[in-house]
């Protein structure tokens, strides 16, 4: 123990099923708890900020409650495959890589819209394959590469107006049965939505400037790719040949189209 915070490793034995952090402490030190199969649940009052690896692999672990935390660290609940209910406060301000990658049974994951949260950082949710609520905060602006990588149960999410960047895999392979891309948007990357299978229709914002290579392939259903305007860079193969690149005719998209002999609709 130093000063208020926990950074001692948590004998599991010290541990029982329903684990609070007493009062005084406000960080979780690295690798506190990692590895312990015995908690259920963690009830962390005061803590602003939880280290790296701190719960890592406690596959026991249902539920975490942290109603003031700040910062949560590098791979802090990755692997906690029994966690079922992610919910941040307003107080929130930043997650690491992979914070609660692999928490597969975690079917719902909740920001508070008025959290200061920009980032969604690389691998953050990646393989919560049974994650079908997502609400994201108002003030996001980079979704990071494999953030949502695998979440199969994911049909539906409203990407925020503030979101800038969406990044390599991001939504790789995804339940996604609609999506509506914000008009401030400005990059998709590569594999963005490659393989989201059940999509049927996406329109692109005018305010992108780059499209991946991949963005929106191996998406069988879907049937239609609206670009109205001439992005600066498109990557090659951004959709299958059997959608249509609804398009201003004359443009490059059209000539874009033709080139991969993807079928083509004028606006």
Known sequence: MEDNVLIRRVAVESVSEKYQVDSGYDVIGKECLKNNI???QITMPEIRRIGQQAF????TLKNAEFPKVVTVGKE???NCSNLR???FPKSLRSLEK???YKCKRANSVSFSEDSACREI???TFAECRQMKILVLPDALEEIGAEAFYKCEELTRVRLPDTLRKIGKRGFYQCGLEELHLPEHLEYIGESAFLKCKKLEYVRVPESVRMIGKW???????????E???DPEEVGEWITNKNCTIVCPKGSKMEAYAKSYEVNVEYL
């Not at 890592?56 to 596959?59: E, N």
């Open 56 to 59: 890592f692999s406690c596959t």
């Open 227 to 229: 670009i109205h305007h």
């Open 121 to 123: 950082p690389d691998r």
């Open 76 to 78: 802090a609940f990755a």
């Open 38 to 40: 015995k908690v259920k």
């Open 85 to 87: 209910r992610i919910s």
């Open 215 to 225: 963005a929106f392939h191996g998406c069988g259903r879907l049937k239609k790719l």
């Open 98 to 100: 992979g914070a609660f």
